[in-house]
């Protein structure tokens, strides 16, 4: 299983990020890490080690980039407008420069979105903002409502990075063409955030998979276990 680590600057973020990439071919996905979780994360956790079959047999060339949860959601320390408006550069990072990076190295015109905890959120958000470019989206015990995030503060940056705000409105075509699975699990502490995405989906028929796994909790263990089966769906 190749490995590779990036580092590249940022335009739209007016800094470097790093990244790690697994594999050498295949169809492109985006792992995102959770909470403040590093690029490497992934890697450490036994996530990618759980891939391992699909990566070495060129099905999926794996990136798992950083996040900028401590200067966005995460920071008190500015105020809400701010933590938004830092997060929305995150998005116009990942749909004007990884993206892209990754469609070219693949030669595949569309990606595959995933993450666990948080990192669902980011994976989500990407995709139902930006249907046409993601074909697959796999979520393990996401959160998808950031208002917790905000204080009380609410404006458009707010409601267009919020999918449980603005997916009901939506019309993209694309929307029912994705491949969307949520995984959660009885004992997960964000099953209801699954519970009322799925809901939200269902109200719009677009057709996706709630997996509710049995007697496991918001953790590694069942992520690692969810995530070879959501990739076996890849189409």
């Known amino acids: 299983m190749t490995e590779q680590y990036h580092r590249w600057y940022s335009h739209h973020l ?16 985006i792992l995102f890490p959770t909470t403040q979780g590093r690029y490497y994360q992934n890697k450490d956790e036994g996530l990618i080690e759980s891939a391992r079959w ?7 060339k ?12 995460y920071n008190k320390g500015i105020h809400p407008a701010d933590r938004v408006r830092n997060y ?7 749909h004007d420069e990884l993206v892209p990076w990754a469609m070219h190295e693949t030669g595949v015109g569309k990606v595959a979105m ?9 994976a989500a958000n990407y995709a139902f903002k930006h249907p046409e470019r993601v074909g697959n989206l796999f979520t393990m015990s996401g959160a998808f409502d950031i208002k917790m995030f905000t204080d009380g503060y609410y404006d458009d940056n707010v409601f267009y990075n919020n999918p449980v705000d603005y ?3 939506s019309n993209q075509p694309e929307l029912w063409q994705m491949n969307i699975i949520l995984g959660t699990s009885d004992w997960d502490i964000c099953k209801g955030y699954n519970e009322h995405l799925s809901h939200i989906l269902g109200q719009k028929h677009i057709q996706h998979w709630l997996d ?19 990739l076996s769906t890849i189409r």
Request: proline share 7%; with cysteine; net charge negative.
């Open 167 to 169: 997916l009901p409105g």
């Open 114 to 122: 995933a993450g666990c905890s948080f990192g669902g959120y980011h």
């Open 88 to 94: 929305t550069w995150y998005d116009r990072m990942l």
């Open 62 to 73: 794996i990136y798992c980039p950083d996040t900028i949860d401590g200067l966005s959601w």
């Open 212 to 230: 509710v796994r049995h007697n496991s909790l918001h953790d590694w263990p069942i992520w690692r276990e969810m995530f070879p089966h959501y």
């Open 54 to 60: 699909f990566i070495e047999e060129g099905l999926v």
């Open 14 to 29: 007016g800094m470097d990020l790093e990244m790690l990439v697994f594999g050498d071919r295949g169809y492109p996905l």
